[in-house]
């Protein structure tokens, strides 16, 4: 695999040569500061530019010239990285080799097309276009609380910090959404192109040369632009003593979501010794949750944990009977409290680097998986994978036990079922 970085001072272009996958898949990337009452918009926005295009006016016609491009693909999705907001376009097409010389071309004009030359005229979005979205938006933003799952971490974090980027809904809000017409959104559109930090990788067995001068033809991009806001998020201390709320809905089983902050730090500690501490905690079937709390306990149908790395918290989930709410932060607790004292051994530390490990060679099966990889890479500076690979396997004992002792619930929230 060989990776190049281009800085065009407009944009950076990413190209990683891999001859394991038939496609080659670009993805443009745009970023700015987070602001809570733009998500929704950016929302419309990001299912906009692939609903239609001037080319394409609406989504069936879009599909008919996917397929004339050997079934390529193009998605979007937006998702909040610390204090950012990332919209991802991606274009998935099959090499020219399976194909035809000159598909790729065309595919990545179609790219250029729907990013640049949107269903606008009179400086107004479709009306009909957005009028689909926007009702989509609607029935997913008036159901969310149908998924319990993501409904209890959703209230969880609004509880634990209600001013914070964390407790923004990544769904957006539908008092947002009211405000939202073809002429505003498209204003919002071109400040987006304008303003707008831009990353375009490249993924695939391809020619670098080539690929440079295709990028540089369909993608001139002239504003240049600066980073503005740091991406972790800034810390915050923990409660001194800790918050439970309880929420009732009609379900047999309750969420149980709490909230950890992790405070102080350092770089090395937050990739390493954090990621083995949570692998031991309550990652996968061999985790101190899943041991005490599911098997030994019988307290949960499922339990786990993960680090929110750039908004220095972990939060735990787990679905349980509502009788057993106090029982299970109990036996959660003294797991914790157990990891803050060394009550762990070798070969659980053995067993979670052979977690660690295992999942960075699953990284390399995916290209969406590489490219979110070298995106780290280049947005906060994370080691690549043979680095990670050598300094994850150095990690001691006494480092893990140093971050537990870092790790504090902050906030306990439970979605509890009663019955129909």
Do not use: W
């Amino acid at each position: 695999m060989q990776y190049i970085r281009k800085d065009f001072g407009t944009y950076k272009l990413h190209m990683i040569k891999i001859d394991t996958f038939k496609t080659i898949k670009v993805r443009v990337c745009f970023r700015r500061p987070i602001k809570k009452d733009e998500i929704t918009m950016r929302n419309i926005l990001c299912n906009m530019l692939v609903q239609s295009c001037s080319k394409y006016k609406t989504k069936r016609q879009l599909s008919i010239k996917s397929q004339d491009l050997y079934a390529s693909t193009i998605s979007s999705n937006n998702a909040r990285l610390g204090n950012y907001i990332n919209t991802e376009i991606d274009l998935t097409v099959l090499h020219d080799q399976y194909t035809e010389e000159g598909n790729f071309k065309q595919a990545l004009e179609f790219l250029k097309d729907i990013i640049y030359n949107p269903n606008v005229e009179d400086l107004k979005f479709d009306e009909q276009s957005l009028e689909i979205v926007k009702t989509n938006a609607k029935i997913a933003l008036e159901g969310i609380k149908e998924d319990s799952n993501l409904y209890s971490v959703v209230r969880l974090l609004e509880i634990m910090d209600k001013d914070s980027p964390i407790s923004y809904r990544s769904m957006g809000y539908l008092e947002d959404l009211e405000k939202i017409n073809s002429s505003n959104l498209y204003t919002y559109y071109k400040n987006m192109l304008e303003k707008d930090l831009m990353d375009i990788f490249v993924i695939g067995n391809i020619d670098v040369l080539e690929i440079e001068e295709l990028i540089k033809e369909n993608f001139e991009v002239k504003t240049f632009k600066k980073q503005r806001a740091k991406y972790l998020l800034e810390e915050k201390k923990g409660r001194i003593r800790k918050k439970m709320a309880i929420e009732k809905e009609e379900n047999n089983q309750s969420k149980l979501a709490i909230g950890c902050r992790v405070m102080d730090l350092s770089e090395y500690e937050r990739n390493y010794p954090l990621t083995l501490y949570n692998i031991i905690l309550g990652a996968g079937d061999d985790s101190k949750f899943f041991k005490e709390v599911r098997e030994a306990n019988s307290l949960c149908y499922y339990i786990y944990s993960v680090p929110n790395k750039l908004d220095h918290i972990l939060i735990i989930r787990a679905g349980i009977d509502k009788e057993n709410i106090k029982k299970t932060v109990s036996v959660i607790e003294q797991q914790m409290t157990a990891m803050k004292k060394g009550k762990f051994s070798e070969d659980d530390i053995k067993t979670a680097k052979e977690y660690f490990q295992t999942a960075l060679d699953n990284i390399m099966e995916s290209q969406s998986s590489i490219i979110d990889a070298y995106y780290m890479m280049e947005l906060l500076g994370i080691d690549d994978i043979e680095k990670r690979r050598k300094k994850m396997n150095k990690v001691t004992m006494e480092e893990i036990i140093k971050v537990a002792k870092k790790v504090k619930i902050d906030t306990i929230y439970c979605l509890e079922g009663i019955s129909k």
